[in-house]
């Protein structure tokens, strides 16, 4: 139990950190189900609008997640993230405010979607990079699975918060308490230590253009695996939304609580994923990846070919697991790989591709349920996301791992360090034993 929060427990700034996120995202995803309740409100259940809201939100990220990350790197972190964490709160209030006096109109909240995913825009890279300059090297892989711990934690309570005060106090009060949860987190960046932060010096401006990052990605196989594997997992695998939704009511003519506790069963399975991931000592590998990307696409084949809503129900929560597991140890991979000039920049494309393809693969998704079955949907998914992960392990491979990997033994990720090239398992070795000794 230690070992699963060592970072929570021993790195003051990272707990402050992670408080107020969780805090924060609780209050999102209470949001995320009232943005979407107050569209069918003002456009009488126009599932249309909710699609376009949701679009506008998600539209920056892919026309500026990329300049997102060279923001990033170019100016401090934690000044950032409070510059974009206000603007969220910011963002909310005023979202709350148009509710409860009864002024709102869709545009409006078309126009704030709209705000609130630029700021996601810059946010998103620097919040992940600024993990790293929280926790430092060794204690990374463990950060990112608390991290994701949390918002999926948040994401288990939130929407349940949401219906209780939409039920009560109305839709506005909703947008109000998560304008008001934005005050932990800004407190709790507000309050971090910058003597103990592991920041590197900031490039040039000439030294952090796109293209850069863009051509050293392009260079670095230990990038382009997990890049690769979450791009394909994300796009055609990762979309339960869409596809819970479309088994419960299509094959098991279940109602709306029935598909919540589909919804939630699969949370809850990413949450233990994401704890287990952070108990880990050992450093992520292409081994922990591609495995657990092919578990994952086999898994989620035999979810589609559950009989029952039961059977459905429990093989979600195994899948859900094997879904964080994949991704928080990509996360983790991209994080410890990449130059610590270029973090920011590498992770806005790691984000770009992980999330650029959900518009891709939800349409995708949804044409081969009315085409094929929602079943097939889940099938091909898998089967998908397992063959793309071993195909991307046999290409991004060094030459001399292949035939190993052709019998289930990856060759161990590497990482640069300054002069030459080490291990990543040795390398976190010397990083332990450096933390341990006595300043």
Request: net charge positive; aromatic share 8%.
């Amino acid at each position: 139990m230690v070992d699963t929060f060592r970072a929570l427990l021993s790195i003051r700034n990272f707990r402050l950190f992670l408080i107020g996120q969780l805090v924060s995202n609780t209050g999102t995803w209470m949001q995320r189900v009232a943005q979407d309740w107050l569209v069918l409100q003002l456009t009488h259940n126009s599932g249309t609008a909710v699609g376009i809201t949701t679009g506008l939100q998600f539209l920056p990220q892919l026309l500026f997640g990329l300049w997102g990350g060279v923001i990033a790197d170019r100016y401090p972190k934690r000044r950032l993230l409070l510059i974009t964490q206000g603007v969220m709160g910011v963002q909310a209030l005023v979202l709350g405010v148009l509710t409860v006096t009864g002024t709102a109109h869709v545009y409006h909240v078309y126009a704030l979607a709209f705000l609130l995913g630029l700021a996601a825009a810059a946010d998103s890279p620097a919040r992940q990079a600024f993990i790293h300059e929280m926790v430092g090297p060794a204690h990374v892989p463990n950060a990112v699975g608390l991290n994701s711990a949390q918002f999926n934690g948040a994401r288990i309570i939130g929407p349940a918060i949401a219906g209780l005060l939409i039920a009560s106090l109305g839709t506005g009060s909703v947008f109000l308490v998560n304008a008001a949860s934005y005050v932990a987190v800004l407190a709790g960046l507000l309050a971090i230590r910058p003597a103990e932060l592991h920041a590197m010096p900031r490039p040039a401006r000439a030294d952090s253009r796109l293209r850069d990052a863009l051509r050293y990605v392009r260079e670095q196989p230990e990038l382009l695996l997990p890049i690769t594997v979450v791009g394909f997992v994300g796009t055609f695998g990762l979309n339960f939304t869409v596809t819970i939704s479309l088994m419960a009511k299509q094959e098991f003519a279940s109602d709306a609580a029935a598909f919540g506790y589909l919804s939630t069963a699969f949370a809850v399975g990413a949450l233990f994923g994401a704890l287990g991931t952070a108990a880990r000592r050992t450093p992520p590998s292409r081994r922990r990846l591609v495995g657990a990307a092919v578990l994952f696409g086999l898994l989620e084949i035999a979810v589609g070919l559950m009989p029952t809503y039961w059977t459905f129900l429990a093989l979600l929560v195994p899948t859900g697991v094997f879904a964080l597991t994949v991704t928080t140890t990509a996360n983790a991979m991209t994080q410890i790989n990449s130059d610590p000039l270029m973090r920011g920049r590498v992770m806005s494309i790691y984000l770009l591709v992980f999330l650029g393809g959900t518009p891709i693969g939800s349409p995708l998704v949804g044409w081969v349920a009315d085409n094929l079955g929602v079943r097939w949907s889940l099938i091909l998914g898998g089967l998908i996301s397992a063959l793309a992960a071993m195909a991307a392990a046999l290409v991004f491979s060094p030459a001399r791992g292949r035939k190993a990997f052709a019998v289930g033994v990856l060759v161990p990720a590497r990482v640069r360090v300054s002069g030459g090239r080490r291990p990543a398992t040795q390398e976190f070795e010397d990083l332990e034993q450096a933390c341990a000794k006595p300043a």
